[in-house]
């Protein structure tokens, strides 16, 4: 019987959403290839867009920080592998402030680190841990309108939020997995605000908080204070499952794009989570991919994917008919 309530629930959260026609460019736009030289990645693992179109990959195994233009021509990088300031081990999050200054996250030094949008070193805080203010393997990064900093604390499966400072506010969120079968069905009751392993966060509309919580395979919405709002996806193949959600980054219209990591697609979302299209596909051709990790939305609505797999970048651009 409550299977059958399950499925009931999720025939009327697809049908209940309208269709809106559209249109993604392939073969899409393209830069990078495997190697260490500037212009080439490593895993690009993280992107994001300044307000000025400028775009910042973070390039994990070359331990550095690539910036280009918006059409993809190389313009500096910095970083390097150590833990000294400024250094990297494995750079795996990027957001960017009102005043252009860069965040990094790295994934094995439990840090944040704060640059400018030239690269010149600020502030780093965070050190592996538990405690408020630690990490174990940071991974997301978000900034809201009131420059509030917020990170995906992936292996303590929970939320930090955090001054521009790096002053510690609050976290949310523990470690919860939910079974196969009710991820499927789409079934996530009592599991509300929990985590298992969340990767990515973006703000949205009215600054909600969307999160990728990875191996649940959905994208939950919180208020900037973490209080839960919604949820959508489910395993699945179809569009709206997902496969290990990944990347995800919201347009100034409030709709989402979330990189399916294991189905090698992208697919879009209405602010409430409706689903709208995808794109997509294993393989080395023009907009297709291999392991996408992480989206982002440049200031005239372009969308960035970092290509894992395949070291590169695409990009796309959305038309509404």
């Keep these: 019987m409550k299977n059958y309530f399950a499925i009931l629930l999720v025939t009327v959260v697809f049908t209940a959403c309208a269709h809106v026609p559209l249109n993604v460019s392939v073969p899409p736009e393209s830069w990078g290839s495997q190697g260490a030289g500037p212009g080439q990645f490593n895993e690009p693992f993280a992107i994001a867009v300044d307000a000025s179109g400028s775009v910042y990959v973070a390039d994990a195994r070359n331990h550095r920080v690539q910036k280009f233009t918006d059409d993809g021509k190389f313009i500096s990088e910095w970083g390097g592998q150590g833990k000294e300031p400024g250094q990297f081990e494995r750079p795996s999050g990027l957001a960017v402030d009102v005043e252009g200054n860069i965040f990094v996250a790295d994934y094995e030094l439990d840090r944040i680190q704060k640059f400018t949008s030239d690269g010149k070193f600020l502030m780093q805080w965070g050190s ?27 292996y303590n499966h929970r939320v930090q939020k955090f001054d521009l400072q790096g002053n510690f506010i609050k976290e949310w969120g523990e470690y919860q997995v939910v079974s196969i079968v009710k991820s499927f069905l789409n079934f996530f009751v009592g599991a509300e605000g929990n985590f298992n392993y969340p990767t990515r966060i973006t703000v949205g509309l009215n600054n909600a908080l969307y999160v990728s919580d990875a191996y649940n395979n959905r994208v939950q919405r919180f208020s900037s204070e973490g209080d839960f709002i919604s949820q959508f996806g489910g395993l699945g193949f179809l569009g709206g499952g997902f496969r290990v959600s990944s990347g995800i980054a919201s347009d100034k219209s409030g709709d989402l794009y979330v990189a399916d990591f294991y189905n090698h697609r992208v697919q879009m979302f209405t602010a409430d989570g409706c689903f709208l299209t995808q794109w997509g596909g294993k393989g080395q051709g023009a ?8 989206v982002a939305v440049g200031p005239q609505g372009k969308v960035y994917v970092a290509d894992w797999g395949n070291h590169q970048i695409q990009t796309f651009k959305i038309k509404r008919d």
């Design 128 to 154: 592996s841990g538990k405690n408020p203010g630690q990490f174990n393997s940071p991974t997301g990064l978000a900034i809201d309108s009131q420059q509030n900093i917020f990170v995906t604390d992936t």
């Design 287 to 294: 907009g297709q991919f291999d392991g996408p990790t992480d």
